[in-house]
């Protein structure tokens, strides 16, 4: 019998009240891990009560005090490093170094919460009247919750929670359930850090305790990151009961290799933005687009690297592609692998029906390549959220800015060049909220905002960088007059 | 034996090669190069914690544990020499497949300090 987690609660482990409960299991072995509870709108109240009494305290700690705090999480996130990545390939079922990966870019969210007592800092003008000054001070905002998705498990929750209270908000964490087993170390070692009950409060669950986060009366503001259909609703959600949101939703990403390009490094960077993760990240390469003489090199090369790729599972330090999430996952996967043959493209290298020796119940994708795949077919337009890239031609630089640009997402675009007019042009046109420049992944760092247009995002003010400090904070003009 | 065909690899492969040199220096009585394998191994602890980024995650060709196997039989000049050898060639090797500097300079300071040792210029 597999223990159920517990939620985190007024800084204490706390029973979920009694529903039905998620079986989280390792993707690769399919062993049980644990069960996450199906948290109720009740046990959210009781959180956001905690968070909410817990506020006046926190927000009059002084800011360096609540800044110290992060200095110490940082330690304990660096001594238990293996140990975090470790938890993060057994839940999610990705490779050793890209877990390793995640928990860096986690400790770089610290990292930038260090910095709140100089990024919350505001302005003012003596004299804007006779005699009259007037300031701009900025304020913690009240009880901020965010809503993560199962890709991430350890680095998006510390996109938002070490910024949010080192601002002197209060915080309610609800991780997906198919992977809570990284956040609930994440509240170990919060818990191990002391701060006060109820600044930090973390509840397993679904929908309900999702939808109770974004009705609460008390809650001020939820961040999201996930699919769009669901990011859609959680904006018109949250916006509907008078909150602040950022919702990050799902993605197309287009690379574009110019023929300029080398084709052979070029390659081997696309490889890891559309393989990496088994391509279940919001920034992974999706559709690679050979412009001219470019896409029958770039199908070749891919198809001989892609070939070259190691399966497994992601202990195996040489392994350099984990697996999918679930069985339902690579059913869907798999399925639309299918259709794109029935639209008429190639599959070039086919990952479906792959086994990996000593892990044959794992939820395997191979990598898969598939080519000639045309504007307004299921590939060029569907987020597969698998180990899947397609390839389309361009005959031109700026046929394939229009057809990254018909994308109803905007995510993420990059090029490939060696030509700096081309780049500027790319830069300058192409609509997507974070763009690569020979780099695969064009994943912004802690202090940049993370990007995203279109259907990729619905919010004003996006995760990270001083977006984050305005997301997280009320700005209060003060105007003084002393005779 | 395995490939060394990723980033973790490399790195964990250098961390347990500093970490049965250490053991054996320790073993043989050589207290100070079995203090400072430990250095090195701490020191490359951090360098796969810090400095694994996406870039890294491009897949490495080209280089195989069992090219680097460490024959410590007996704790004889000759075969302190042999085993600092083996280590500044896999350093030697591995240090260009990495596409991060601060690593591959962690990496090349490990191999100067076998070829150093390989050459007996230090203790």
Redesign the interface.
């Known amino acids: 019998m597999s223990r159920t987690i517990q939620n985190y609660v007024n800084g204490g482990w706390v029973d979920a009240s009694p529903s039905d409960s998620i079986a989280v299991h390792d993707p690769a072995t399919c062993q049980l891990l644990a069960h996450c509870p199906d948290s109720t709108a009740a046990d959210v109240d009781v959180a956001v009560r905690a968070a909410r009494d817990a506020f006046d305290e926190w927000r009059s700690t002084p800011v360096l005090v609540r800044a110290q705090f992060m200095h110490h999480f940082k330690v304990m996130v ?1 001594e238990r ?1 293996e140990d975090i990545s470790q938890i993060v390939v057994r839940e999610h079922g990705k ?4 877990a ?2 995640e928990v ?1 870019r986690g400790v770089e969210s610290i990292d930038f919460a260090m910095s709140v007592p100089v990024l919350m800092r505001s302005d003012g003008l003596e004299d804007i009247s006779s005699g009259i000054d007037e300031t701009t001070v900025r304020q913690p905002a009240g009880v901020f919750a965010a809503i993560t998705p199962f890709n991430f498990p350890f680095m998006v929750p510390l996109w938002f929670l070490p910024t949010a209270i080192t601002c002197g908000n209060t915080f309610i964490l609800k991780p997906s359930p198919q992977t809570p087993l990284s956040t609930e170390l994440l509240f170990e070692l919060l818990d191990e850090l002391d701060l006060p009950e109820g600044v930090v409060n973390l509840v397993n669950g679904g929908v309900p305790s999702a939808t109770a986060l974004m009705e609460h009366p008390d809650v001020t503001g939820v961040s999201f990151v996930g699919s769009s259909p669901v990011a859609k609703i959680i904006y018109e959600t949250c916006t509907r009961n008078g909150k602040r949101v950022q919702a990050q939703g799902g993605a197309k990403n287009y690379i574009a290799v110019m023929p300029d390009a080398n084709i052979e490094a070029s390659v ?2 696309i ?2 933005a559309a393989y ?1 993760c088994a391509g279940q990240r919001c920034l992974a390469a999706a559709v690679a687009v050979g412009v001219g003489d470019a896409y029958d090199q770039l199908k070749d090369e891919l198809a001989r ?1 892609v070939s ?3 399966v497994g599972y992601g202990l195996d ?4 592609m984990g697996t999918v999430i679930s069985d339902s996952a690579k059913e869907r996967i798999e399925s639309m692998i299918g259709q794109s043959q029935d639209e008429g493209a190639e599959v070039v290298v086919d990952g479906r029906g792959l086994q990996v020796a000593g892990y044959e119940q794992g939820s395997w994708v191979g990598p898969t390549l598939i080519a000639d795949v045309q504007p307004n077919t299921l590939m060029a337009t569907e987020e597969v959220f698998g180990p899947v890239l397609s390839l389309m031609k361009a005959e031109d630089f700026d046929e394939a800015v229009d057809i990254i640009n018909q994308s109803r997402f905007g995510n993420a675009a990059s090029i490939f060049t060696s030509n700096g007019r081309h780049a500027r042009e790319f830069k300058y046109n192409v609509n997507a909220g974070n763009i690569g420049v020979n ?1 695969g ?1 064009a ?1 912004p760092s802690a202090s940049f905002p993370f990007g995203g247009q279109k259907d990729s995002f619905f919010g004003d003010l996006h995760g990270q960088g001083m977006d984050s400090i305005e997301f997280y904070t009320e700005r209060k003009i003060v105007i003084e007059r002393w005779v | 034996m395995a490939s060394l065909n990723t980033f973790g690899a490399i790195m964990s492969h250098a961390i347990k090669l500093e970490a049965r040199l250490g053991d054996w220096y320790g073993s043989i009585g050589e207290g100070g190069k079995a203090r400072a394998a430990d250095k090195r191994r701490r020191k490359l602890e951090r360098a796969r914690r810090e400095n694994v980024l996406e870039i890294t995650l491009e897949p490495i060709r080209g280089l195989d544990a069992a090219d680097y196997a460490l024959e410590l039989d007996d704790g004889t000049a000759p075969c302190q020499a042999a085993a600092a050898e083996v280590a500044a060639r896999f350093y030697a090797d591995v240090a260009p497949k990495i596409n991060v500097r601060a690593a591959q300079r962690a990496l090349e300071r490990c191999g100067k300090e076998h070829a150093a040792l390989a050459s007996g210029a230090t203790g």
Do not use: H
């Open positions: 660096e490093f490779t050793r170094d890209e390793r990966g860096r081997s960077n490889l890891g990496g690297q070259g790729l190691k330090e040489t392994t350099q780099i992944v994943a």
